[in-house]
């Protein structure tokens, strides 16, 4: 395989003076996968792993510039939040060290020579450990455990190691004080007796230093258990004492908890440390302790026999359950291993019968003749119903301050101490053990041993449903694989089959015995009649038997016994036992008739989808037909307006340029001016009503709406068709609007400008001799409202139910039927609802709620800072009207600016090659070279060169943040003159 296409296992690092090692090392470790680094001495190492951080390093023990313990622990503070794992290589143990396993900082050492044999399982196995640790509890952790003994600090080391620690150690007290002080590890454990110093004065020591006072300290002892033995380790801080007889995961747990608890300060005057624990020598002191450890451990050898006689039990049991297939008869075999196993001579098993009763299952060690005492047994069912209920083993002896049944029990079950334990298995608890001793010496100790046998004694039970359930399952299995409709198939790890359902030899023409032990692919996947795989079927169903996951195919062949075919569609799913693949399952079904089905749906689907696309093209003519209703409607007002505006201005215009006009008179001049601008105002508001109606492009933006603003601007846009209009034709409409404050919502305002623009309309048209027009917004709870209202003629409930379908309509063929199932559709679609009420001769309200946006709360007003004065420039003028060009350079040359004038975008760009400009102004619709092309060039030819484009379509353009390429900003025409300032600030400040 080429090298760049090798998958890399991880980075190692091998520091090592001798080349030939690292070559040999290096060979290695590479035909394993792995990425070798290589460094000859101590600083080498640092600065490669630098440059490359390893997963792994490998670092000779003896280096000719560095000691190997500098260069560990400059490593360990390089990977920082890393837990690299650091091999040391001696060719013998350092002298100074002790043994090898004494040294701290490094993962584990190995004696050289190394072997690749020895050196790629060790290597492997801790890369796999560290990922391990970076998934346990204790990763990103290091421990320090302390013991003479190598044989525990390994176990101690194995148990961490497990949980995510990175676990260092040292030999004994001091050494590891002193690997304490040199690099403080997250928590300490230590054995508490050993050699030059002991745990306790361990502890004290820590305590003792600032910087170590609040390391977590566990202190583990298997010989000091005692009370007094806790008190002196909480005396000198200890964080836990720990001891680890009879719970091998003590210590574990112990650090775990240490993880999170706060530690202990010593206390303010730390006990002297008694010659108990830190003298070898003995005396009377010592003597006590070992009278306690004896006393302790011979209660561990007697809790030991009792699990000694469980284990007896589980093999007994084993050896029952498989001789027994009914509960009645586990029990007869079961109950006298019990009591053997226990050494007890009698005893009985009972189970409910009933709520108020028990039956005797099994008994042994009663004589016939004292059965009729064990049943009496059973008017005590108290005891035993406690027993069920609790979960938890009975003990009478006879003794004061036990149940009044207790005394009863014992005599008729003839004993001096019985035991009654639940046999129980999981939740469920199906009967009671009754164990009886003769003699009175069955103390609390039985409680755990009566416990276990009761376990077992139920998992046995429990065990034997489950069997008794899995054959009925098998049998119910059995019959819905036969039942199934689809084919079901086992194939073994060879690729024959091992069962067939009917369905899959009804399907392959196939009986069931002719299918076992056939190969599946040549006989059903076959593509040539001699039965041979075709080469586009060596992938089929027994590619699921490597261990990925299973297959679903849709097209898949399956051949019949007479050579025909049918399409089908099959899933194979692994059979695994453990990481093994032994098999697969094969489903399969005939789709012949859903694939004839499937081509009928796709011809229809295909006619529907074809039927659709006519459809919204009807629609979407249909919608604009609306539209440019509306707008039509609008247009004979807005004219009206703009004749009205025009008055002025060409009266005016007319009258200072006649022969008689007053030329030496200012106040005149002044005056007709005026006249004039006024009138400019009110045909440049007429026009922008019309392109804010008209506009269309922003539909698809949401953004914070004011809709008492809107409807405010809707008044004004339809003003020349409820006023001007409708006093041509002879009627009077009035306006009135209540707009209370409400917060903003979140809409397109194209869209609701339409939708109330549609229904101004519609109140106009249905009060034909005039009327009132209402229109209100008010905020209820978290929606804002919109009403509508006219006083006009109102509508049938049959037409006001039906108003809002497409194409329904009253007005004939003046109308489209969209108009209101616009609005309703916009409505909708901005998450808001729309209702009508309408009462004949009445008039009608629409009432529009939308939910309502939460109000920010109102920043404080910016303070208003003087507008800076732009200095005198040189400005390159390109407009094509002369009009504009000559209104514009004398605005420019009011403020003392140079204008150079160009007549077209080509003209622009040729005196801007000549020239040197501060400023070009361009127009954008113009022959020859457009102002976007203009100003593509002049920015590629001086990209700091500010430009503001000037157009008709300006204000359109801000709206739908339109902004050409090249271009600083863009304002609207007609520039007024404070306008085109400010714009001109603005550019000139932002490019500089």
Same mark, same amino acid.
């Given at each position: *395989?080429?090298?760049?296409?090798?998958?890399?296992?991880?980075?190692?690092?091998?520091?090592?003076?001798?080349?030939?090692?690292?070559?040999?090392?290096?060979?290695?470790?590479?035909?394993?996968?792995?990425?070798?680094?290589?460094?000859?001495?101590?600083?080498?190492?640092?600065?490669? #792993?630098?440059?490359?951080?390893?997963?792994?390093?490998?670092?000779?023990?003896?280096?000719?510039?560095?000691?190997?313990?500098?260069?560990?622990?400059?490593?360990?503070?390089?990977?920082?939040?890393?837990?690299?794992?650091?091999?040391?290589?001696?060719?013998?143990?350092?002298?100074?060290?002790?043994?090898?396993?004494?040294?701290?900082?490094?993962?584990?050492?190995?004696?050289?020579?190394?072997?690749?044999?020895?050196?790629?399982?060790?290597?492997?196995?801790?890369?796999?450990?560290?990922?391990?640790?970076?998934?346990?509890?204790?990763?990103?952790?290091?421990?320090?455990?302390?013991?003479?003994? &190598?044989?525990?600090?390994?176990?101690?080391?194995?148990?961490?190691?497990?949980?995510?620690?990175?676990?260092?150690?040292?030999?004994?007290?001091?050494?590891?004080?002193?690997?304490?002080?040199?690099?403080?590890?997250?928590?300490?454990?230590?054995?508490?007796?050993?050699?030059?110093?002991?745990?306790?004065?361990?502890?004290?020591?820590?305590?003792?230093?600032?910087?170590?006072?609040?390391?977590?300290?566990?202190?583990?002892?298997?010989?000091?258990?005692?009370?007094?033995?806790?008190?002196?380790?909480?005396?000198?801080?200890?964080?836990?004492?720990?001891?680890?007889?009879?719970?091998?995961?003590?210590?574990?747990?112990?650090?775990?908890?240490?993880?999170?608890?706060?530690?202990?300060?010593?206390?303010?005057?730390?006990?002297?440390?008694?010659?108990?624990?830190?003298?070898?020598?003995?005396?009377?002191?010592?003597?006590?302790?070992?009278?306690?450890?004896?006393?302790?451990?011979?209660?561990?050898?007697?809790?030991?026999?009792?699990?000694?006689?469980?284990?007896?039990?589980?093999?007994?049991?084993?050896?029952?359950?498989?001789?027994?297939?009914?509960?009645?008869?586990?029990?007869?075999?079961?109950?006298?291993?019990?009591?053997?196993?226990?050494?007890?001579?009698?005893?009985?098993?009972?189970?409910?019968?009933?709520?108020?009763?028990?039956?005797?299952?099994?008994?042994?060690?009663?004589?016939?003749?004292?059965? #009729?005492?064990?049943?009496?047994?059973?008017?005590?069912?108290?005891?035993?119903?406690?027993?069920?209920?609790?979960?938890?083993?009975?003990?009478?002896?006879?003794?004061?301050?036990?149940?009044?049944?207790?005394?009863?029990?014992? =005599?008729?079950?003839?004993?001096?101490?019985?035991?009654?334990?639940?046999?129980?298995?999981?939740?469920?608890?199906?009967?009671?053990?009754?164990?009886?001793?003769?003699?009175?010496?069955?103390?609390?100790?039985?409680?755990?041993?009566?416990?276990?046998?009761?376990?077992?004694?139920?998992?046995?039970?429990?065990?034997?449903?489950?069997?008794?359930?899995?054959?009925?399952?098998?049998?119910?299995?059995?019959?819905?694989?036969?039942?199934?409709?689809?084919?079901?198939?086992?194939?073994?790890?060879?690729?024959?089959?091992?069962?067939?359902?009917?369905?899959?030899?009804?399907?392959?023409?196939?009986?069931?015995?002719?299918?076992?032990?056939?190969?599946?692919?040549?006989?059903?996947?076959?593509?040539?009649?001699?039965?041979?795989?075709?080469?586009?079927?060596?992938?089929? &169903?027994?590619?699921?038997?490597?261990?990925?996951?299973?297959?679903?195919?849709?097209?898949?062949?399956?051949?019949?016994?007479?050579?025909?075919?049918?399409?089908?569609?099959?899933?194979?799913?692994?059979?695994?036992?453990?990481?093994?693949?032994?098999? *697969?399952?094969?489903?399969?079904?005939?789709?012949?008739?859903?694939?004839?089905?499937?081509?009928?749906?796709?011809?229809?689907?295909?006619?529907?989808?074809?039927?659709?696309?006519?459809?919204?093209?009807?629609?979407?003519?249909?919608?604009?037909?609306?539209?440019?209703?509306?707008?039509?409607?609008?247009?004979?007002?807005?004219?009206?307006?703009?004749?009205?505006?025009?008055?002025?201005?060409?009266?005016?215009?007319?009258?200072?340029?006649?022969?008689?006009?007053?030329?030496?008179?200012?106040?005149?001049?002044?005056?007709?001016?005026?006249?004039?601008?006024?009138?400019?105002?009110?045909?440049?508001?007429?026009?922008?009503?019309?392109?804010?109606?008209?506009?269309? #492009?922003?539909?698809?933006?949401?953004?914070?709406?004011?809709?008492?603003?809107?409807?405010?601007?809707?008044?004004?846009?339809?003003?020349?068709?409820?006023?001007?209009?409708?006093?041509?034709?002879?009627?009077?409409?009035?306006?009135?609007?209540?707009?209370?404050?409400?917060?903003?919502?979140?809409?397109?305002?194209?869209?609701?400008?339409?939708?109330?623009?549609?229904?101004?309309?519609?109140?106009?048209?249905?009060? &034909?001799?005039?009327?009132?027009?209402?229109?209100?917004?008010?905020?209820?709870?978290?929606?804002?409202?919109?009403?509508?209202?006219?006083?006009?003629?109102?509508?049938?409930?049959?037409?006001?139910?039906?108003?809002?379908?497409?194409?329904?309509?009253?007005?004939?063929?003046?109308?489209?039927?969209?108009?209101?199932?616009?609005?309703?559709?916009?409505?909708?679609?901005?998450?808001?609802?729309?209702?009508?009420? #309408?009462?004949?001769?009445?008039?009608?309200?629409?009432?529009?709620?939308?939910?309502?946006?939460?109000?920010?709360?109102? &920043?404080?007003?910016?303070?208003?800072?003087?507008?800076?004065?732009?200095?005198?420039?040189?400005?390159?003028?390109?407009?094509?009207?002369?009009?504009?060009?000559?209104?514009?350079?004398?605005?420019?040359?009011?403020?003392?600016?140079?204008?150079?004038?160009?007549?077209?975008?080509?003209?622009?760009?040729?005196?801007?090659?000549?020239?040197?400009?501060?400023?070009?102004?361009?127009?954008?619709?113009?022959?020859?070279?457009?102002?976007?092309?203009?100003?593509? =060039?002049?920015?590629?030819?001086?990209?700091?060169?500010?430009?503001? *484009?000037?157009?008709?379509?300006?204000?359109?353009?801000?709206?739908?943040? =339109?902004?050409?390429?090249?271009?600083?900003?863009?304002?609207?025409?007609?520039?007024?003159?404070?306008?085109?300032?400010?714009?001109?600030?603005?550019?000139?400040?932002?490019?500089?």
């Amino acid at each position: *395989m080429p090298e760049s296409d090798r998958m890399s296992r991880g980075t190692l690092l091998v520091v090592d003076e001798n080349s030939i090692s690292r070559r040999m090392i290096r060979a290695a470790l590479r035909a394993e996968g792995y990425d070798v680094l290589e460094a000859a001495d101590g600083r080498s190492a640092l600065r490669v #792993s630098k440059e490359t951080p390893p997963d792994l390093v490998l670092l000779d023990l003896s280096l000719p510039d560095m000691s190997s313990d500098a260069v560990a622990e400059q490593l360990r503070r390089e990977f920082a939040g890393r837990e690299v794992p650091i091999l040391g290589v001696a060719a013998a143990a350092p002298g100074s060290r002790g043994t090898l396993g004494g040294l701290v900082g490094f993962t584990e050492v190995i004696r050289k020579p190394i072997e690749p044999s020895h050196l790629l399982p060790i290597v492997a196995a801790v890369l796999a450990r560290g990922q391990r640790k970076r998934a346990g509890p204790g990763a990103g952790k290091r421990v320090l455990v302390v013991d003479d003994d &190598p044989a525990l600090r390994k176990l101690h080391r194995l148990q961490l190691e497990a949980l995510g620690f990175l676990v260092e150690s040292a030999e004994d007290g001091r050494k590891a004080l002193e690997a304490v002080r040199t690099r403080p590890p997250d928590i300490l454990v230590s054995d508490v007796l050993m050699p030059s110093l002991d745990g306790f004065s361990l502890c004290l020591a820590l305590r003792a230093d600032a910087r170590l006072a609040r390391l977590p300290v566990v202190l583990v002892s298997s010989i000091y258990v005692g009370e007094e033995d806790r008190r002196m380790a909480r005396a000198v801080g200890a964080t836990d004492l720990v001891v680890p007889i009879g719970r091998p995961n003590a210590v574990p747990d112990a650090v775990l908890r240490a993880c999170s608890a706060t530690p202990s300060p010593a206390a303010s005057q730390p006990p002297g440390i008694p010659p108990l624990y830190a003298s070898p020598v003995p005396g009377p002191a010592h003597a006590r302790h070992l009278e306690r450890l004896t006393a302790l451990y011979l209660n561990q050898a007697r809790r030991l026999a009792l699990l000694e006689a469980g284990f007896r039990l589980v093999v007994g049991l084993a050896e029952t359950l498989d001789e027994n297939s009914t509960i009645s008869a586990l029990l007869e075999d079961g109950v006298p291993r019990c009591l053997n196993a226990a050494g007890l001579s009698r005893g009985a098993a009972l189970l409910p019968d009933g709520p108020e009763r028990f039956r005797l299952a099994a008994h042994c060690g009663y004589a016939p003749d004292d059965l #009729s005492s064990l049943e009496r047994l059973f008017g005590c069912v108290e005891l035993l119903h406690q027993v069920v209920r609790t979960r938890e083993p009975l003990l009478l002896r006879g003794e004061a301050g036990e149940p009044a049944a207790a005394a009863t029990l014992l =005599e008729r079950t003839r004993s001096r101490s019985l035991l009654l334990a639940p046999i129980s298995a999981g939740h469920d608890t199906p009967g009671v053990l009754l164990l009886a001793l003769e003699a009175s010496d069955m103390d609390r100790d039985w409680i755990s041993i009566a416990r276990a046998l009761g376990s077992q004694l139920g998992l046995m039970i429990a065990i034997t449903r489950a069997v008794a359930s899995l054959a009925t399952r098998e049998r119910q299995n059995e019959s819905i694989l036969n039942s199934a409709a689809e084919g079901i198939c086992g194939v073994d790890e060879t690729g024959r089959l091992t069962f067939a359902n009917p369905a899959a030899s009804r399907m392959t023409g196939y009986a069931v015995r002719e299918l076992l032990g056939q190969e599946l692919r040549r006989l059903l996947l076959h593509t040539r009649p001699a039965g041979e795989p075709g080469e586009g079927e060596t992938g089929g &169903p027994t590619a699921a038997l490597h261990p990925d996951a299973g297959r679903q195919v849709a097209e898949g062949v399956f051949w019949r016994k007479d050579g025909g075919s049918f399409p089908v569609e099959y899933t194979t799913m692994p059979i695994r036992e453990g990481a093994r693949c032994t098999g *697969m399952v094969v489903t399969f079904r005939d789709v012949t008739e859903r694939r004839r089905a499937q081509a009928a749906i796709l011809e229809s689907h295909r006619r529907l989808e074809q039927a659709l696309q006519d459809l919204r093209r009807t629609q979407d003519q249909l919608v604009q037909q609306e539209r440019l209703r509306a707008l039509g409607q609008m247009a004979t007002g807005i004219a009206h307006d703009l004749n009205n505006a025009l008055v002025p201005i060409l009266g005016c215009s007319e009258l200072l340029l006649s022969a008689s006009a007053p030329a030496n008179d200012p106040s005149f001049v002044r005056e007709q001016v005026g006249l004039i601008h006024a009138g400019a105002e009110i045909a440049t508001g007429v026009v922008r009503r019309l392109c804010l109606f008209a506009r269309g #492009s922003d539909s698809a933006s949401r953004v914070p709406v004011d809709l008492p603003l809107l409807v405010q601007q809707v008044v004004e846009l339809t003003r020349p068709r409820w006023r001007n209009e409708a006093m041509g034709e002879g009627r009077t409409i009035g306006i009135e609007t209540r707009l209370e404050p409400t917060p903003p919502v979140l809409a397109s305002p194209t869209g609701l400008k339409e939708s109330m623009v549609n229904l101004v309309f519609n109140a106009l048209e249905a009060m &034909p001799a005039g009327g009132i027009l209402t229109l209100a917004t008010r905020a209820e709870q978290d929606q804002v409202v919109v009403e509508v209202s006219d006083t006009g003629t109102g509508m049938p409930e049959e037409v006001r139910r039906r108003c809002f379908e497409p194409f329904f309509t009253t007005k004939g063929v003046k109308g489209t039927g969209l108009g209101l199932a616009m609005v309703y559709g916009i409505v909708r679609q901005e998450g808001g609802s729309i209702e009508v009420t #309408s009462q004949v001769g009445q008039g009608t309200r629409f009432v529009l709620r939308f939910p309502a946006l939460p109000t920010p709360p109102t &920043p404080p007003p910016p303070a208003e800072t003087p507008k800076a004065g732009v200095p005198p420039l040189r400005i390159l003028l390109v407009e094509d009207e002369e009009l504009v060009r000559s209104l514009m350079s004398s605005i420019l040359e009011l403020d003392a600016h140079d204008v150079q004038l160009a007549v077209d975008g080509q003209d622009g760009l040729a005196k801007f090659k000549e020239g040197t400009f501060d400023l070009v102004i361009t127009d954008r619709a113009m022959p020859r070279l457009r102002g976007d092309q203009l100003a593509e =060039e002049i920015k590629r030819l001086s990209p700091k060169t500010p430009i503001l *484009m000037v157009s008709g379509f300006g204000d359109l353009m801000a709206t739908q943040g =339109e902004k050409p390429a090249g271009v600083d900003a863009v304002l609207g025409k007609p520039v007024r003159i404070e306008a085109l300032r400010d714009a001109i600030r603005e550019v000139v400040t932002r490019t500089r």
